[in-house]
């Protein structure tokens, strides 16, 4: 199993500019999760999906968006990107929810937005 | 509002020494605590803790949870310089949320 897969590794936008960061899991999990990860601070909840077709809000929401229309690929999606979202984006996926199971992460995305 | 917080920020220590990490939280619907290390890149799972009192040990490192006082440590017992990272308290509740972490350096 390659288990949680994110690309690319890392991209550098300007203001302004979209883009797409691609995340695929093979471990069949239900459960899907972008985070964001600020230097020095804790991930940050962005989005999550509990299984195909469904996706909600989580802390971070603003100026993104997601999609999920296979079990195995979770997108998340910026429109207009903006320095603040010069971050690292991690995608993380677990078979039930967090509370009852543990989430595996992709290696990450390193983004910077100038 | 939800809010996990770690303790020391960071810490340095010799080799062979013990640390214990901690992490406070406030939190709806409780589920569970987790731990993970995180070193260069996307964090690892240590431990998931649902129950207090319980133990949970992996080698040289070990978990507790007090949900009465809603805090749990993290052990690490023997350092090594390989334990150099940093170590991530997250609770589910309504939702996961993590906590700052605690960057760890063990010199030799």
């Known amino acids: 199993n390659a288990g949680v897969t994110q690309t690319p590794k890392f991209r550098i936008l300007k203001i302004g500019q979209s883009m797409t960061l691609q995340c695929t899991q093979d471990?069949?999990?239900?459960?899907m999760y972008w985070y964001r990860q600020d230097p020095g601070m804790g991930l940050k909840l962005i989005y999550y999906?509990?299984?195909?077709?469904?996706?909600d809000k989580g802390e971070v929401p603003n100026g993104y968006n997601v999609s999920r229309s296979t079990t195995e690929d979770f997108p998340l999606r910026l429109e207009l990107a903006a320095p603040s979202q010069t971050s690292v984006y991690f995608c993380?996926?677990?078979?039930?929810?967090?509370?009852?199971?543990?989430?595996?992460f992709g290696p990450g995305t390193r983004l910077t937005v100038l | 509002e939800d809010k996990v917080v770690q303790s020391p920020l960071s810490l340095v220590v010799h080799e062979g020494d013990t640390v214990t990490l901690n992490c406070s939280y406030e939190?709806?619907?409780?589920?569970?605590l987790l731990w993970y290390k995180q070193e260069k890149k996307a964090p690892t799972f240590l431990f998931m803790l649902t129950s207090s009192g319980i133990e949970k040990k992996s080698g040289r490192l070990s978990s507790i949870l007090d949900k009465k006082e809603l805090f749990s440590i993290l052990n690490i017992t023997a350092t090594q310089t390989g334990d150099s990272a940093v170590y991530l308290c997250?609770?589910?509740?309504?939702?996961?949320?993590f906590g700052a972490g605690t960057i760890l350096r063990v010199k030799s």
């Open positions: 993380a996926s677990s078979k039930t929810s967090g509370g009852a199971g543990s989430q595996y």
């Open positions: 471990m069949n999990h239900n459960y």
């Open positions: 999906s509990v299984g195909a077709g469904i996706t």
């Open positions: 997250a609770v589910d509740g309504n939702k996961l949320v």
């Open positions: 939190v709806t619907n409780f589920r569970s």
